[in-house]
């Protein structure tokens, strides 16, 4: 019994790699994992040439759909990052097969089943090129308060834009909410994006806790 009780009693970490998922699309807001998407690309904003977009599926949006790439020829090519064969992005369209396309993103809303105190996502995105000097953020909330944090900034080198790779990461509070979105100045901005292995660090719940602790004192009292 006490083994039962202390089972989901400890901190869980869970990695979402969108492996076990069918390509295709998978609407404006989509459960995986532990995770609802949602809010996706639902915000005016402007590229760093000044040209701007419109929020959702409009004749000048980005798309609003939550999308799940095979991106075999791209884990060919780069076998380090990530985990073959899917990966997760977002906007207005993909590429069946093997190929893939990299989605536009503007901001996405990750909801967690459970409060957790870290996380972390691997992307990839093209540098330079048109997309230089917009930065991505991941943000953690509890509740409407932020309290943690991680961005990068796109390089602004010139020539032809390349992909790239990274990570972002937050940690050191407890947080029931993550938002990756992108910016360029004080406005939003749509670079591309692909995104893999979501890994989540679920905090046990405090009744569950209470529970173990009356468990160990139960049996304790038992031994004496």
Known sequence: LLAALAAPAFAQTTVSTYDDLTEGFYGQSFWYNGVTYTNVNNVHGVFPDGSTFEPGAGVNGLGDQII???????????????????VLTFGA???????VSLGAISTVTMVLDSVSDAASLQMAYYENGPWGGIQY??????????????????????????????TLSVSGAEFDSLRLYATFGSDYSGPRILIDNLTINAVPAPG???????????AGRRRR
Do not use: K
């Not at 369209?93 to 190929?99: C, S």
């Open 68 to 86: 799940v790439e095979n991106a075999s020829l791209l884990f060919n090519d780069f076998p380090a990052w990530g985990s073959p064969n899917n």
């Open 208 to 218: 569950a806790m209470a529970l173990l602790g009356l468990g160990g004192l139960m």
């Open 93 to 99: 369209a993909y590429i069946p097969g093997n190929n």
């Open 137 to 166: 953020h991941l943000d953690a909330y509890m509740g409407d308060t932020i309290v943690a944090s991680d961005s990068l900034s796109i390089p602004d080198l010139g020539g032809r834009d390349n992909i790239a790779f990274a």
